[in-house]
């Protein structure tokens, strides 16, 4: 067994709790005792205000290797996509695992236990496939491992360049033949102790309609996640439109892809009817504002779908920030700007998206909770860093969301395993260095 004092820890109300011990056997949460004075003999002190493991429900980890490199061109989200495809025409297997690890490494760094990767590039150049089909896939779920996080492993159909068009190009490498293809090589992946494998349905100028209900009975009969990009982009819905005469979350609602084990990203242009077909099928809503805010796509109605009744998770996506406090705020105060209103979430609401309902919709409803039977899953942010400094003791979870950044993240537990510990990752001796070696290969 092993014992963890939290100074504070956050247990899901709307206050932390002060002195929390939480005891841990096969690395799951075997007691949890509050109001303690002190660090019992021998326990591991986690000093500052402790939460459950973050989940991350929306990262392509080789966009990681973009930061930096797209703000010097003007234009939109359609004119950043070029600049991805030239990177994902470079990735090899064993290219993608180093970048990959190194990204999810930065992600522990950053308080993340648990990822939900959405992975398109499955193939080799030209869309040959590799001697072993899910290469690609495998590489990732090795990366999270060494990295020592959790993952879900979002295998994602892309048919088509767009509605009616061949995929082209770098877009080769994303495509099987078809949906059956998809879901006979989707099939051969393997989860673990540390993975579990869902489905994507990439977009619906992606997949015809026709792949969409093979994706999501793929789902349902494995009881998996499915999560699909949703009316990122206004061309998107009015192509959509041209092409079927339905919006996008009408289609996918047609070919039964909604629903409570389903999750839709960004959800940005919607209509009203959009709104309630996705509050009413309880279908989760990822928002990841910083990516959002990066290629211009828009602030999505996330306090809408979730009075309506959808679930809110946070994503990384492009990976142009890591750093799911700065996801969470931002989903308030994007709100702020667009309504000119404060106050539409409260902190607590927030945290909950970024861990249990985040969890949830990566397939892991157990986790993201500080309580007996979860997997022991710990995330601490310091109180004396500049950003958190003077954070008074009735306000910590209010501190956490709307103060603290990835730097103030201390120590990360995940499975009772400590992966960082004082701020340094104990897995992968150095992330930076990691990340450039990795990049550098890329780019």
Same mark, same amino acid.
């Given at each position: 067994?092993?014992?963890?004092?939290?100074?504070?820890?956050?247990?899901?109300?709307?206050?932390?709790?002060?002195?929390?011990?939480?005891?841990?056997?096969?690395?799951?949460?075997?007691?949890?005792?509050?109001? &303690?004075?002190?660090? @019992?003999?021998?326990?591991?002190?986690?000093?500052?205000?402790?939460?459950?493991?973050?989940?991350?429900?929306?990262?392509?980890?080789?966009?990681?290797?973009?930061?930096?490199?797209?703000?010097?061109?003007?234009?939109?989200? +359609?004119? +950043?996509? $070029? #600049?991805?495809?030239?990177?994902?025409?470079?990735?090899?297997?064993?290219?993608?695992?180093?970048?990959?690890?190194?990204?999810?490494?930065?992600?522990?760094l950053a308080g993340v236990t648990c990822v939900g990767e959405f992975h398109y590039v499955h193939h080799d150049t030209g869309g040959?496939?590799?001697?072993? @089909?899910?290469?690609?896939?495998?590489?990732?779920?090795?990366?999270?491992?060494?990295?020592?996080?959790?993952?879900?492993?979002?295998?994602?159909?892309? *048919?088509?360049?767009?509605?009616?068009?061949?995929?082209?190009? @770098? #877009? *080769? $490498?994303?495509?099987?033949?078809?949906?059956?293809?998809?879901?006979?090589?989707?099939?051969? *992946?393997?989860?673990?102790?540390?993975?579990?494998?869902?489905?994507?349905?990439?977009?619906?100028?992606?997949?015809?309609?026709?792949?969409?209900?093979?994706?999501?009975? +793929?789902?349902?009969?494995?009881?998996?996640?499915?999560?699909?990009?949703?009316?990122? #982009?206004?061309?998107?819905?009015?192509?959509?439109?041209?092409?079927?005469?339905?919006?996008?979350?009408?289609?996918?609602?047609?070919?039964?892809?909604?629903?409570?084990?389903?999750?839709?990203?960004?959800?940005?242009?919607? !209509?009203p009817h959009d709104r309630t077909l996705l509050g009413e099928s309880r279908t989760g809503v990822c928002m990841c504002p910083t !990516?959002?805010?990066?290629?211009?796509?828009?602030?999505?109605?996330?306090?809408?779908?979730? /009075?309506?009744?959808?679930?809110?998770?946070?994503?990384?996506?492009?990976?142009?920030?890591?750093?799911?406090?700065?996801?969470?705020?931002? &989903?308030?105060?994007?709100?702020?700007?667009?309504?000119?209103?404060?106050?539409?979430?409260?902190?607590?609401?927030?945290?909950?998206?970024?861990?249990?309902?985040?969890?949830?919709?990566?397939? +892991?409803?157990?986790?993201?909770?500080?309580?007996?039977?979860?997997?022991?899953?710990?995330?601490?942010?310091? *109180? /004396?860093?500049?950003?958190?400094?003077?954070?008074?003791?009735?306000?910590?979870?209010?501190?956490?969301?709307?103060?603290?950044?990835?730097?103030?993240?201390?120590?990360?537990?995940?499975?009772?395993?400590?992966?960082?510990?004082?701020?340094?990752?104990?897995?992968?001796?150095? &992330? @930076?260095?990691?990340?450039?070696?990795?990049?550098?290969?890329?780019?």
């Amino acid at each position: 067994m092993t014992v963890f004092f939290a100074d504070h820890a956050w247990l899901g109300g709307e206050a932390a709790v002060r002195g929390v011990v939480v005891e841990v056997t096969g690395g799951r949460v075997t007691a949890v005792r509050q109001g &303690v004075a002190a660090p @019992p003999p021998g326990a591991v002190h986690l000093r500052g205000v402790t939460v459950p493991g973050l989940a991350n429900a929306h990262s392509h980890a080789f966009h990681r290797a973009l930061r930096g490199r797209t703000q010097r061109e003007r234009g939109t989200f +359609w004119t +950043w996509r $070029r #600049q991805m495809y030239d990177v994902a025409a470079r990735l090899t297997p064993d290219g993608y695992h180093a970048l990959a690890r190194a990204a999810y490494a930065e992600m522990a760094l950053a308080g993340v236990t648990c990822v939900g990767e959405f992975h398109y590039v499955h193939h080799d150049t030209g869309g040959r496939p590799y001697a072993s @089909p899910n290469a690609m896939g495998e590489a990732l779920l090795a990366a999270a491992a060494e990295a020592g996080i959790r993952i879900t492993l979002l295998d994602t159909c892309y *048919l088509r360049g767009g509605f009616g068009m061949p995929l082209e190009g @770098p #877009q *080769l $490498r994303f495509g099987d033949r078809d949906a059956e293809a998809w879901a006979e090589r989707a099939s051969g *992946l393997r989860g673990g102790e540390h993975a579990r494998v869902g489905a994507a349905v990439h977009s619906v100028r992606a997949v015809p309609s026709e792949a969409i209900g093979v994706v999501g009975g +793929w789902a349902r009969e494995r009881g998996a996640p499915l999560h699909f990009h949703l009316s990122e #982009q206004v061309a998107e819905n009015e192509a959509c439109l041209s092409a079927y005469g339905r919006t996008p979350a009408e289609l996918l609602a047609e070919h039964g892809a909604l629903g409570p084990l389903s999750t839709a990203v960004h959800a940005t242009h919607l !209509t009203p009817h959009d709104r309630t077909l996705l509050g009413e099928s309880r279908t989760g809503v990822c928002m990841c504002p910083t !990516t959002e805010r990066d290629l211009a796509d828009g602030i999505g109605p996330a306090r809408v779908l979730a /009075d309506a009744g959808s679930p809110l998770s946070l994503g990384s996506d492009s990976n142009a920030v890591v750093d799911l406090f700065e996801e969470a705020r931002g &989903v308030e105060l994007d709100e702020r700007l667009a309504t000119r209103e404060r106050g539409h979430w409260l902190a607590a609401d927030l945290l909950r998206a970024a861990t249990s309902d985040g969890h949830a919709s990566l397939g +892991w409803p157990e986790a993201g909770r500080i309580e007996v039977g979860a997997p022991a899953d710990l995330v601490t942010v310091t *109180l /004396d860093s500049v950003r958190t400094a003077g954070s008074p003791a009735d306000a910590l979870v209010e501190s956490v969301v709307f103060a603290a950044t990835a730097a103030d993240v201390r120590e990360v537990v995940v499975g009772g395993r400590r992966v960082v510990a004082d701020g340094r990752h104990l897995l992968v001796d150095d &992330v @930076p260095a990691a990340l450039a070696a990795a990049i550098a290969e890329l780019t």
